[in-house]
Structures are given as structure tokens and as C-alpha cells.
């Protein structure tokens, strides 16, 4: 990384919008769109515009706060993830993505992490009648993809910001670790780190397990109590989550968060009020369930998170033209 996680706010409007480094980053942000749409594409994939709004939205958004937008009399919400879409969405088609802008409110405290932002893109990805295993693959497929199309496209601004190529060979060369939530837990436990069995792995706890590591790999089977109620339980294992995390090396922290999803009407109803969600506030999607989602896998990858990792950047807002970061006012 070219600095520390505590990196610097971002300058003004017109001081961000001419800054070489601005510039290079968003001109490789523009290779990485263009190497997910090549390899999504190239995979029978369907790329359809995501919703910005909707009566609910995707309830795991770990610690931030939804948008609530008047519509015509009703609350409705600002997406802080087309999960609930991209589920149903597989009524149309078998592979479907969105390149999908989001909002969260994030709490205060992460506006110096370098990783959080309030607007932010997904690239989400869904498939029907995939097993997790079948999504983990399709993540390292297309990241590699992306990161070999980047070397090739955005040599120039990638030597602008000093980003040695040499960082991405393990990433090409060899497959990403497969390591439990459990295994995870240990080994920040071993490095005198204090995470929780219970609980999704800390910010903290992300960079410093990244740090170990010359390649992204994964984190799998979180306990059922850290995630939302799309999650998709283990059949075999009672409480084991078939989810994911991606986590980038170098201490850039998570990419990408996914897995095998709840989808039937029962057993959403369950999760549901396992998770204190109120059913019927999710009205639409239950009349959907109830009549038949496909069964699916899926994930959502962070674009300016990806641009952070490839373009090497000290802060994620370096990789917005317009950065919002949390409790900070911006255009």
C-alpha cells in the first residue's frame, strides 16, 4: 500500500477532479468495468440496470443506516444492495449482474478507515442453481480476468501511481485460499488480535489477516448470527452460513461478500424473524418466494475497493470522482 489506513480526507472538487492520481485511478477504474462486462459477458451473463430504490432493501448492511425516500405517500428506500433484485431477477434469467450504485449511511467512525464510503458501486452477480463453490470460482475467474485486462489496458496510469505489476503475479499464478470463518478467528486470535467467534471478521481484523497474505482468498462458513437472513444456512451443518468473503492482499481488506441464498417462503420467514426482520415489510419479495424464487449463489464485489486494490491508492475515495465519506459534507 502506498500509505497508512488513516489516510488523508479528500481536497476539494476541483483540486480531486485534476489531480493526475484522480485521473489515473478512474481511467483504470474504467478498464475494470470494461474487463467485468468482457468476462461476464463472455459467460452468458444478462447485464440489466439495478433499481435505486424500492419499498425495502437488502437489511445486512453491517452497522450502516438506510436512506428513506418519500414516494408518493410511501417510504420507500435507497438501495444499499440489490440482493432482493438480483433473486428475483433470475425469474427472467439464469445469469444476471447489475454494475449497481449504492448508499449507506456508515457510521461515523469509519470516515478514517480508507475503505468506507456512503455512495459506493457493486458489481452484483447471481446465478441460478449455483452452489457456493460454483460462485467462489466465478469470483477468482473474474477477478483475474479483470486485474490481466487492467495490466494490459491501463499499463501507463498504473506506472503513474507506482504500482509495481509484480504485486499481482501470485493472484494470476495461483488459486485463492479456501479458509474457514473459524480458521480465521484463530489465526487473528494467534496474532493478538481480539476477534470474536460469533461475529463477522472486524475492519481491523480484515486488514491485518490481508496483510498476511501475497494473493486475495476467501473466508467461508460465517456462524449464522453475523449475517443477514438471505444467507443460505448449511443442510448439513446446523448455524453454518454457505457465504462468503473475498479478501484482497496487502492489507486492502474485503473486495467482494456473497454465497448460496434463502429462498424459500418458509424458511425466509424463519430467517427472517431469526434476524428481527419484520415479514411483512418485505411484502413483494415474500409474494415472489411464495409462488417460487430459483434456488442461487451470488456476490457483490466493490468497484472502488477493486480500484483501490488494483491501482494500489492509499484511500477508497481516491477511486470516486464525487466522494462522500461519512459525516463529512460533499457535492
Known sequence: MTGTPEAALPPGTREHLMSPVTQAALRIQNSITAGTREYLGMNGFVELQPPLIGPVTDPGCRGAKQVDVDYYGHKYKMMTSVILYKQASLLAFDKIFYVAPNVRLEPLETSTTGRHLVEFTQIDVEVARASREDVLDLAQGLLRHVVTYTLRESKADLATLGRDQAAFTALLDEDFERMTHREAVSRLQG??????????????????????????????????????????????????????????????????????????????????????????????????????????????????????????????WQANAYPKLPGIAAP
Open 191 to 316: 496474532l493478538l488480535h481480539g476477534q470474536s467467534a460469533d461475529a463477522e471478521i472486524d475492519w481491523q481484523g480484515e486488514r491485518i489477516i490481508s496483510e498476511q497474505t501475497n494473493r486475495p482468498f476467501f473466508i467461508v462458513d460465517y456462524p449464522k448470527g453475523s449475517r443477514g437472513f438471505t444467507d443460505g444456512e448449511s443442510s448439513t451443518e446446523p448455524g453454518v452460513l454457505r457465504n462468503f468473503d473475498l479478501i484482497a492482499a496487502e492489507g486492502f481488506g474485503e473486495l467482494c461478500s456473497g454465497g448460496e441464498r434463502t429462498h424459500e417462503y418458509r424458511r425466509l420467514i424463519e430467517r427472517m424473524r431469526e434476524t428481527g426482520e419484520n415479514p411483512a415489510k418485505y411484502a413483494w419479495y415474500l409474494d415472489l418466494a411464495r409462488e417460487g424464487l430459483p434456488p442461487s449463489a451470488g456476490f457483490g464485489m466493490g468497484l472502488e475497493r477493486v480500484t483501490r486494490y488494483i491501482a494500489g491508492l492509499d484511500a477508497i
